[in-house]
């Protein structure tokens, strides 16, 4: 798939009348087939290998190294479902619920006030953040834009709408307690999280069972972050921030793919 992808990708940017050409003159871009490009873009994301150390054994840059994960990622990244699709798919299939839940990608620190918004107090450094749904077994099934590391999680929600999409799908989730006050219905809460102690107010031993019950529920959603930090590109995000949606949609697209092979 990521070869025909590849492939598809390569005959829409130079066109079918220079490939010929392309072939004539050694064109870096099609200096390798498809599957061999696909390979190499996979160890890029999955290891975090450098550009440079790609280059050597395959004779080409690595700018074109860099031409090619930017393709690939572009490629996948569309094929990410949009949060109203996919929330519907999941009703239609029989689903209640979902599990939500926030991240953050670590980053590289810059320089400048710019970089000063992706530090995160709750983490104590900088990255991006974003939010990420599952489904009861803790597959993922949409992930939002990347935002700047000391966005709080109901924010990132309010702006995605999730609690509308939720409502229009008929599916409730279950989110841990940063996302107090994002679901104000006490009467028909569709977003529910659990029990909140504070200086005035103690956990009974009864709110404690259920925070347990709760905990248990959630945790395929931990599992679902995991399968996507297996890719290790993301274990302190080199690339340019503004490319971190893309990024991080294409490896939503090919972590499902792994599971469901």
Known sequence: MLAQGVGAGSQGRHGAGEEEDGEEIRSRWRILPPGK???IVL???RHDQRLADMTGGNNVSESTVRRWRDELIGLLAVQAPRLDRALKKIARL?????LIDGTLIPTQRRTGKA???????????HGL????????R???VWISAARPGRTHDNTAARHDHVLVHLRAAGLGALADLGFRGLDNDVRDPVIVTGFHASRTHKLTVGEKDANRVFAIGRAPVEHGFAHLK???ILAKL???PARATQLLRALLVLTNLEINR
Do not use: C, P, Q
């Open 94 to 98: 029989g689903g209640e619920v979902v």
């Open 37 to 39: 490009i696909a390979v």
């Open 238 to 240: 080199r690339i340019d």
């Open 115 to 125: 970089d000063r918004r992706n530090y995160s107090g709750k983490h104590r450094t």
């Open 138 to 140: 803790g597959r993922l």
């Open 230 to 232: 297996n890719w290790r």
């Open 129 to 136: 953040h974003f939010l990420a749904l599952t489904d009861e």
């Open 43 to 45: 160890a890029v994301l």
